[in-house]
């Protein structure tokens, strides 16, 4: 099969796959993460409200609209799926480009403050992977941030994520992201796990709760593996700076 297949796939992402997971596409559904997003990517955010920032996979432009509510106009989001980006701008989510983000990040050299790059990278062979960081870190200005996201191959449920979308190609932990980074320059990376993030009580009880789950898992890795270091949430961040 050629790499053409997932033409096919992301021509009809939100149909096949986004639709699936999170219900229809309306503004309701996109300002009920906004306390997600505010306590998973809020310490991430430049006081600088004209700071540039991209959102590269952006789907529907979700993140682009909470950005724009927190003050960041010149916040904006790139996507190849025409599907995902004609139901953002149907929500009245405008700063949305169709593009390949790899030729939207070479025409934006020394250009961007932040870049958000969530569930994404996992969708590239490592190859492209490669290619893709050194593009961000070429169109980041001196002192910007990295903020990526994916799925983490280290968390006990990675099957679920892994194989849950048939346009996955590779893997990571949370450490072969730092060396990713590393390795192309980027500075003071750090790692941070995905606990439920607290907005209200149901998701403050769930954050209570996992702190026993995460407590079992350490104690298996310190009896296998004589450490209980590692992160072990379903999906992981990595940050960096060029």
Known sequence: ??????????????????????????????????????????????????????????????????????????????????????????MGITALTEMDLREFLRLRPDHFDLLFLRDVLGHFPKEEVLEIVELMHASLKSGGMLVVKTPNAESPMTGRLRYGDFTHDTSFTGQSLRQLLEVHSFKDVEIYSMRPAVHGIISAARWILWWPIEIQIRIWRLIEAGSPSGWFTQNVVVVGRK
């Open 1 to 90: 099969m050629s790499s053409s297949y997932k033409e096919r796939f992301y021509s009809k992402y939100v149909s096949t796959h986004n639709s699936k997971l999170y219900g229809p596409n309306d503004m309701g559904r996109v300002r009920a993460q906004y306390p997600v997003w505010d306590s998973q990517y809020g310490g991430f955010l430049s006081e600088d409200k004209e700071a540039r920032i991209a959102d590269l996979g952006c789907a529907d432009g979700g993140l682009v609209a909470w950005l724009h509510a927190e003050g960041f106009k010149n916040a904006e989001g790139v996507d190849v799926s025409g599907e995902q980006i004609a139901a953002g701008k149907a």
